[in-house]
């Protein structure tokens, strides 16, 4: 009893539950991470995380109750610690990725290409609408390699989420 109060142990369903919980979170943590780049507000985004992970390394600094918890609410704590822990280090990644990415943006664009034989685009092709055939040939078979890998990079992204 604690605060006059008969305390409950968590069961096996809560651990499961709770391991499931993590991995979905950690899951659409990292789609944030590949994500929120796009809309823009790097900056609002740091804000955030960096909070995130001040709340999340603050209550690891807190002095734990002294107390003789039952093995369970032990094992139910250990779970709860390394998922704050995984936390953690995923929003300190992420925080480092947000800075190299404004800090080390990429180097200037390539130059065009002065040669049109060098083009891959036809310029009867860009046109939206137009259906005209090509005059020559095709160098080769079309590079299947391109489509396969957008699916595999898909197939791995609805993988892990």
């Known amino acids: ?63 734990p109750k002294p107390s003789s918890p039952s093995d369970r609410l032990r094992w ?28 080390c943006a990429g180097g200037p664009a390539p130059p065009a290409k002065t040669d049109a034989a060098l083009s891959r685009a036809d310029a009867s092709s860009s046109k939206p609408g137009s259906r005209t055939a090509r005059t020559k040939p095709a160098s080769g078979p079309p590079n299947p390699h391109s489509t396969f890998s957008m699916g595999l990079a898909f197939g791995a992204l609805m993988a892990s989420w």
Do not use: H, N
Not at 39 to 44: Q, V
Not at 78 to 98: N, Q, V, Y
């Open 1 to 63: 009893m604690v605060l006059d109060q008969q305390v409950q142990e968590p069961t096996l369903l809560v651990f499961a539950l709770i391991v499931m919980g993590f991995i979905a979170a950690l899951g659409a943590c990292v789609l944030a991470i590949a994500g929120l780049p796009a809309f823009g507000y790097i900056w609002w985004i740091f804000a955030a995380v960096a909070a995130i992970l001040g709340w999340l390394v603050w209550g690891i600094r807190r002095k």
């Open 76 to 103: 139910f704590r250990r779970i709860l610690g390394l998922a704050r822990l995984l936390f953690i280090i995923l929003l300190t990644c992420w925080l480092g990725l947000i800075i190299w990415s404004v800090f």
